[in-house]
């Protein structure tokens, strides 16, 4: 906005005035005073002499804001200022507030001691606040002598006591005066009452900004596409909100993200509506009467497809599958992050996006992959703005800096806290150059592992413990997360093992290591159901080659153990068993030269299986108990 002191009220308001004009038809019904604003085209009134100003400002005692004055030479008063003040006041009409709503009680009342600047303001403005509504629906105007710029003009409050946010703050006069000109707008376009067709100069300009922003978006210029897409959302222009609505969710603002005015549009709906009924299911709480309203103007068969998705989303069976070559590649990126390549995914994603085309005009870049339950994990904002600072459908431009990647490599990170604090006690294991079925398979009973489909590990223990049907006291059939761990390892993984029993364990390592190597750690240093406790075996060829055990204060070993293992080197004299932990995942990394994906391990969705007992049979004699429940 320009200067306020500066605007040229009179173009601004004539342009305004034939723009109310022309959105009337000749047969509506009207007052007599509107009827002769619409012939002749002018909302305001006759401009107030300088001299009526000074006497208004010697009544009230103040000098008004420049920008104030200033309007009031070209029209003393106004009609229609946006779509709920039929009239502000002139001159003569313009008086303190002075609480004539009797709501400076109301706030004052609800204050808190520790109240902000902010909140001290809005509830002492009923006093203090200068009235500039005559006429309106539920609506307050003040201007506040007290909220004063170094140029002199006065800030403008709207209170409208319907809306959400019932205060809204406008820096001066001239700034209210055209957020009122873009309510009338946001208004008329948005009506369907058989009054002519809005269109007019500002509408024209406005939708030839938003093809530039549509092109600006599509050559990775998001920042600028978003201000003009903003900028005609708040005039109401027809798919502005939904266009910017691409942008936002893409940023990780999701709240009021609905696609307006394109998502109902069958051509976009494909690639739209995954995100937004993902969005809904993680919060609708089973309440699923807000979907439709939030597809309002969408055909039934529209309607009936988004609640098939949300059943797909909710299952975690949504698959997104473009077509053509970035179609290719997101299978790709599907078949990394099942696997636990998670960066790796986002790579071949982002690197894929020159080959994305658009759906249609008003497709700005791909989000249905946000809502696949494999994809939809890579997403962070950091990432959305690299996918959005791209160019992609055919347009040019310098590709941005990667995003950096979400797994730190190595084992380390096991020894900090995961995002729930729940890691105390972990296991893994290794085995080189097996793909991740093989080693479910050697590491399962019997014919071989059944691999449930990608879900959380928490998501997976729980489904687990809901079908399970027996509980043994001896026996200990793990349940791990499954994935590659770096150049030619997989692993196996469990964040939420039983407890560790130093007499009856017996390591996989062996039984899995048949022509490899296989690696198994059993760490509980920070277990807080028991005593600390760490456990390294290494084998080969099916024999062990190496182990030790850290239990009970004191470390049992066997084999030959390589200097850079060696328990002795970091069960020394030991105040506190946790801090071994980091050195001790750093020097495993560094011995095989394999790292598990955190990302993938935390936040990711992996597959899942049953392994064998981790524990040996219970000896003659040793009692144990088996519940069934039926």
């Known amino acids: 906005m320009a200067d306020s002191t500066a605007f040229d009220w009179r173009p601004f308001l004539l342009r305004w005035s034939e723009e109310w004009a022309d959105s009337l038809s000749d047969g509506s019904t009207r007052g007599e005073d509107d009827e002769a604003a ?19 400002e010697q009544r009230l005692g103040l000098r008004m804001p420049p920008s104030y004055r200033e309007f009031l030479k070209v029209s003393d008063g106004w009609r229609h200022a946006g779509g709920f003040v039929r009239r502000l006041a002139g001159a003569e009409e313009v008086s303190w507030h002075d609480d004539r709503s009797e709501l400076a009680a109301v706030f004052e009342r609800f204050l808190k001691e520790d109240a902000g600047p902010r909140e001290r303001r809005e509830a002492g403005l009923w006093r203090r606040g200068l009235q500039l509504d005559a006429e309106s629906q539920a609506t307050h105007v003040l201007m506040d002598p007290e909220d004063v710029d170094e140029d002199g003009e006065w800030a403008v409050y709207t209170w409208t006591s319907w809306r959400t946010t019932p205060f809204e703050r406008h820096a001066n006069f001239t700034a209210f005066m055209e957020a009122m000109h873009r309510e009338f707008h946001g208004l008329r376009a948005r009506r369907d009452d058989g009054e002519p067709e809005f269109v007019n100069g500002t509408t024209r ?6 093809e530039e922003a549509r092109l600006e978006a599509l050559s990775g210029d998001w920042e600028r596409a978003e201000k003009t897409l903003d900028e005609a959302s708040g005039y109401g222009r027809p798919r502005a909100t939904g266009l910017g609505d691409q942008i936002r969710r893409l940023l990780g603002r999701t709240s009021s993200v609905f696609f307006e005015g394109v998502v109902t549009d069958p051509r976009y709906a494909p690639d739209l509506l995954p995100p937004l009924v993902a969005e809904h299911a993680a919060h609708s709480y089973r309440d699923d009467s807000t979907l439709s309203y939030r597809l309002r103007g969408a055909d039934s068969e529209l309607v009936s497809g988004a609640y098939a998705m949300l059943d797909q989303v909710r299952s975690g069976t949504y698959r997104y599958a473009p077509t053509g070559p970035f179609g290719e590649a997101v299978e790709r990126a599907r078949e990394l992050a099942r696997w636990g390549d998670t960066d790796g995914a986002w790579r071949t994603l982002v690197d894929a996006l020159p080959l994305w085309e658009p759906l249609g005009p008003d497709h700005l870049a791909p989000l249905g992959w946000v809502a696949d339950p494999l994809l939809g994990p890579l997403f962070t904002p950091e990432r959305g703005r690299e996918l959005l600072s791209t160019p992609r459908g055919g347009r040019m431009g310098e590709a941005p800096p990667p995003a950096a990647g979400l797994d730190p490599g190595g084992l380390a990170w096991l020894s900090e806290p995961d995002p729930s604090n729940n890691r105390a006690s972990y296991r893994f294991v290794l085995v080189e150059g097996v793909e991740p079925e093989e080693l479910a398979d050697r590491l399962a009973d019997g014919d071989g592992a059944v691999l449930d489909e990608p879900m959380t590990f928490w998501e997976a223990h729980h489904r687990a413990l809901r079908n399970r049907r027996e509980f043994s006291s001896y026996e200990d059939r793990a349940r791990m997360a499954l994935g590659r761990a770096g150049a030619g390892w997989s692993f196996a993984y469990d964040g939420d093992p039983a407890s560790f029993d130093p007499r009856r364990f017996v390591s996989p390592a062996a039984a899995v290591s048949a022509g490899t190597r296989a690696v198994v750690v059993w760490s509980g240093v920070r277990e807080w159901r028991g005593e600390p406790f760490f456990h390294l075996s290494v084998a080969r060829d099916g024999a062990e080659e190496y182990a030790f055990t850290y239990a009970d204060g004191g470390v049992r070993r066997s084999g030959e153990i390589p200097r850079a293992l060696d328990p002795s080197r970091f069960f020394g004299d030991l105040e506190d068993a946790a801090e071994v932990e980091r050195p001790l995942l750093e ?17 990711g969705r992996l597959h899942t299986f049953t392994t064998r007992s981790w524990t040996r049979p219970p000896a003659h004699g040793e009692a144990y108990a088996v519940i069934r429940m039926s």
């Open 587 to 603: 020097a495993v990394a560094g011995e095989f030269d394999a790292h598990l994906p955190r990302h993938a391990l935390e936040i």
């Open 38 to 56: 619409r012939q002749a085209r002018w909302l305001g009134f006759p401009a107030a002499s300088e001299e009526r100003i000074a006497a208004m």
């Open 205 to 210: 300009r406005l939708d030839a900004w938003m």
